[in-house]
């Protein structure tokens, strides 16, 4: 695992048990199989008490989150716990979702670190289970905010622990885009003044970005939800992307090569995070931030046990240190991006890390519309209309791309 590698581009593949995944906020126990609202709900149930520690933990984690000092002697929050625990980890980092969902699909894995644009599709196949938060003793320190959303819980039933957040934000050079811009029509309406050096995300998740513009600006569309699409939003969405593809200089993935782009001036504008901002306004490029006022997309991973795993009890130790307050400090600081225990903040080597990250202000993440799989039935309850599902996201992102 290398600090340069963190990746967390979401192409993701189309997938027929979508149409089983299940979110909302309806009575269901974590046992049910039955059908409701369109919904299948994979007959699992989360583990009734912890055991003796079975010796061992298989780890499924993006990199960054998971580091044993292999890197960095200094960063290391893996061998303590080995030895407080007698649960030996081993750790297979992952560059994308939809490559964690194949991997964890082996049955191989105890636990991952899924984004909500992979949380329903592990639900749906029946990869993970159900968790009992009652076992993980740092689960009331978690930020509310973050619990029992439609990106880690089923109909009430918990099915994953929060990690940590961040906000997909506009960046742009200060000295190339005058005046500084306060709206997603820097890159969308207004994004022909910066002809060839527009930057987007290369995903499909990055759709729900069009979406949300078209949210505010085309209320006529009738979107509620910039994951929940009906086949005439998607088509509005996607030709709002096609015309931005005119304009943009390159689709990233990788935030080094963002860094870089921005630096040497062949983008000016684009979606960005925190993190990639702070590396370029250390590498000395003129950049600035916003949450534009239109609101923002963003991600809130969560820690998930997987169904066939037989080491469940070093799987719930692993996931109650990780989101401890010191270490999801640590990892926090490490990754770039706001921890999800709140008790985290005062625990940082950087005293100002939580504010930079906006750890704390609900009232900013309010405005953030976390990554959640698009799924046939809307996400945004309407049940006079089929939405469109991440196979129809995937389709719409390639001819987008080869506009």
Known sequence: MRRTTILRSAALCAVAVLALAACGNSGSSSGSSTSEGGFKVPNLTALDKLGTPEGEVSVLAWPGYVEDGSNDPKV???TDFEKESGCTVTVKTFGTSDEAV???RTGQYDTVSAS????LRLIAAGDVEPVNTNLISNYPDIFDSLKMQPWNSVRGVSYGIPHGRGANLLMWRTDQVKPAPDSWSAVFDQASSQKGKVTAYDSPIYIADAALYLMATKPELGIKNPY???AKQ???????????????????SDYLKEVQAFKNGSSTVGTTWQVIANLAQAEKAPVQVVLPKEGAT???DTWMVGAKSEHKTCAYKFIDHIVS???NAAIAEYFGEAPANRKACAETADKNHCATFHATDEEYFS???YWTTPISACLDGRTDVACTDYAEWTKAWTEIRNS
Do not use: C, F, I, P
């Open 76 to 78: 290391d929050w893996v």
């Open 102 to 104: 194949q991997l964890m």
């Open 116 to 119: 909500g644009d992979a949380t």
């Open 228 to 230: 929940a699409l009906d």
């Open 234 to 252: 998607l088509a509005a969405a996607a030709d709002l992307l096609k015309a931005q593809r005119a304009n943009v200089s390159e689709y990233w």
């Open 298 to 300: 963003g991600w809130s």
């Open 325 to 327: 307050a010191k270490t």
């Open 367 to 369: 405005k953030v519309h």
